[in-house]
């Protein structure tokens, strides 16, 4: 079965903080993983993509991670700000063009 | 450039209508995917199209669900017959090519079943 798991389901920080939200996946045949981001009433943003034969994906305070033999993806959010405020989805694709979801982690920045 | 267009963006139905939501994939854009996400639950495969064909419908269910992308025109997901539990928000997506690219989502329908 195709599962993907984010943990934690929320988080609440202070602004400034670094945090990492994490993703672990049951199939290790993957074409890549993705990390996007859902603000509500709003679509997805994807924020990185990291193709299966690589480690690790940079975007500005952004950093994701993949490893594959464990079957988890980390992002990593350096000097958090208030409109980092959203939910963060991770999801990677099979070959079969289609992306299996997580549910979430639900993020806030308090100022 | 536009990014992937959605219409509406807010779709109310009484149950035994019909639903048809609308996506236009980004400029140049060929494939086109639509996902559903039901309350409380992660986003969902329902159908992968390029034009004028049904590459992979693995995730609709079997009945009163529908989905074209024309040559011309917008792709469209048909409901038929609406039940309370299609009540979702459902997504469309495109991409340049197939395979290992990037996917680029549009706002969503949130269909309501009254």
């Known amino acids: 079965k195709q599962e993907v798991t984010q943990i934690p389901a929320a988080l609440s920080v202070p602004e400034g903080e670094n945090l990492v939200l994490n993703c672990s996946f049951t199939?290790?045949?993957?074409?890549?993983l993705q990390w996007f981001r859902q603000d509500p009433g709003k679509g997805l943003t994807s924020l990185l993509l990291?193709?299966?034969?690589?480690r690790e994906q940079t975007s500005g305070r952004l950093n994701a991670s993949l490893d594959k033999s464990s079957g988890r993806s980390t992002l990593y959010i350096a000097a958090s700000q208030p409109g980092d405020s959203a939910t963060y989805l991770c999801a990677y694709e099979t070959g079969a063009q289609k992306l299996v979801f997580g549910q979430g982690t639900r993020l806030t920045i308090n100022p | 450039n536009a990014g992937v267009m959605q219409n509406p963006r807010h779709l109310v139905r009484r149950r035994g209508q019909e639903a048809r939501l609308r996506c236009s994939p980004m400029k140049g854009h060929s494939h086109v995917y639509w996902y559903r996400q039901l309350p409380e639950e992660g986003l969902k495969f329902m159908v992968y199209l390029q034009k004028e064909n049904i590459i992979d419908e693995s995730g609709m269910p079997k009945e009163r669900f529908s989905a074209e992308f024309p040559k011309e025109g917008p792709s469209i997901l048909r409901i038929q017959q609406v039940v309370r539990g299609d009540s979702a928000a459902y997504f469309c997506?495109?991409?340049?090519?197939?395979?290992?690219?990037?996917?680029?989502f549009g706002s969503g329908t949130q269909l309501s079943v009254l």
């Open positions: 997506a495109s991409s340049l090519g197939q395979g290992n690219e990037k996917l680029f």
């Open positions: 990291i193709q299966s034969s690589q």
């Open positions: 199939d290790s045949a993957i074409y890549n």
